[in-house]
């Protein structure tokens, strides 16, 4: 198969949690979302894709915003208002404005792209996420000729999000993309995942995935996207400038100052969480390596 579609695989290609065998009932209920299922061509299973559980990938969480435990978020987000939800769309765009998530999603079709999620921590996990690319979005407010880079913000609300009333943080939680970046296929904004509405603690209602970036590049509860000429300040790198960069690729080559990125935990398997080789950018080179053609990967980490 093509090496573009590779990563792109849909329910039928990975061993199914049991959770998967009512996919056609679950996609029904999806119909008020506006997920439209394809009907998919065939791809051979790829060893390492097997989806982690649900109760994995909504009980072990980072969003800050809860707490800073793993079991912080689910605990904490129940309390996060998600409906209403805009996204307010500005900077170097022809079409600026507050964009209605019931809108957005009217104007996308969704579809299911199970990625690896690999955490700066050196845990990992599989997720199957119901999602669109980003590049749709941006396409329908107009990027100007002038953007070369996309911020993106998370909700700033700490009546609902305790970790708000705590400074670990500089509040809100800032992301960045450069746009050849936030245009790739592989990004997406994602709203759901094993074919159900996204659950808070993993970002709802809607949060970006960039799977060949460490995890937290992928910025829960997003409420603003702005196109810039200049790289945005992101929050992690404000924190520890020399521990996280701007770029964030996966990358086992080049070890964070306290640990080794060359290896990662999988979560799931209970106490057995194996340890496996971390790949360059994540397992997804082929497709987005070019992106980063001469640069240093050192400096630029
Ligand atoms: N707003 C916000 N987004 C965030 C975070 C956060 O604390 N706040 N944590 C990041 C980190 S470190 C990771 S690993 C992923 C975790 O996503 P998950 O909980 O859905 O697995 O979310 C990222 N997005
Ligand atoms: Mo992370």
Redesign the pocket.
């Known amino acids: 198969m093509a090496g573009r579609w590779r990563n792109r695989l849909n329910w039928s290609d990975v061993t199914p949690e049991t959770a998967y065998l009512n996919r056609r009932q679950v996609m029904a209920g999806m119909g008020a979302l506006g997920l439209s299922v394809l009907a998919a061509p065939a791809h051979s299973a790829e060893a390492g894709l097997e989806p982690n559980t649900w109760d994995e ?1 909504t009980s072990y ?5 809860f707490g800073t435990g793993k079991e912080d ?1 689910k605990r904490n987000a129940g309390q996060l208002t998600t409906d209403p939800w805009a996204i307010q769309i500005d900077g170097l765009v022809d079409r600026p404005g507050s964009y209605d998530l019931g809108d957005i999603l009217s104007g996308v079709s969704l579809e299911e792209r199970i990625y690896r ?1 690999r ?3 050196a845990w990992s ?1 599989v ?1 199957p996420w119901v999602g669109f690319e980003l590049a749709d979005l941006l396409n329908r407010a107009g990027v100007q000729p002038s953007a070369k880079y996309v911020a993106f913000q ?1 909700l700033l609300r700490p009546e609902e999000m305790p970790g708000q009333r705590t400074a670990i943080l500089d509040w809100p ?1 800032v992301e960045g993309l450069r746009l050849d970046e936030a245009m790739h296929p592989l990004t997406i904004l994602a709203t759901g995942l094993y074919g159900k509405e996204m659950p808070n ?3 709802a209602p809607i ?1 970006l995935v960039v799977p060949w970036k ?3 590049k ?4 997003v409420v603003r996207i702005t196109l810039t000429d200049a790289q945005p300040p992101t929050s992690w790198n404000r924190y520890a400038p020399n521990e996280y960069g701007f770029y964030s690729n996966v990358n086992p080559e080049v070890d964070h100052p306290r640990w080794s990125q060359a290896t990662e935990r999988r979560i799931g398997g209970g106490v057995f969480s194996p340890r496996v080789p971390t790949r360059m950018f994540n397992g997804y080179a082929e497709e987005v390596a070019s992106l980063y053609d001469g640069m240093d990967l050192m400096g630029n980490f």
């Open positions: 990938i969480n980072n969003f800050y915003e978020p999620l955490c700066v921590e996990m997720v998370t939680y603690q993993n970002g949060r460490y995890g937290f992928s910025i829960k509860s």
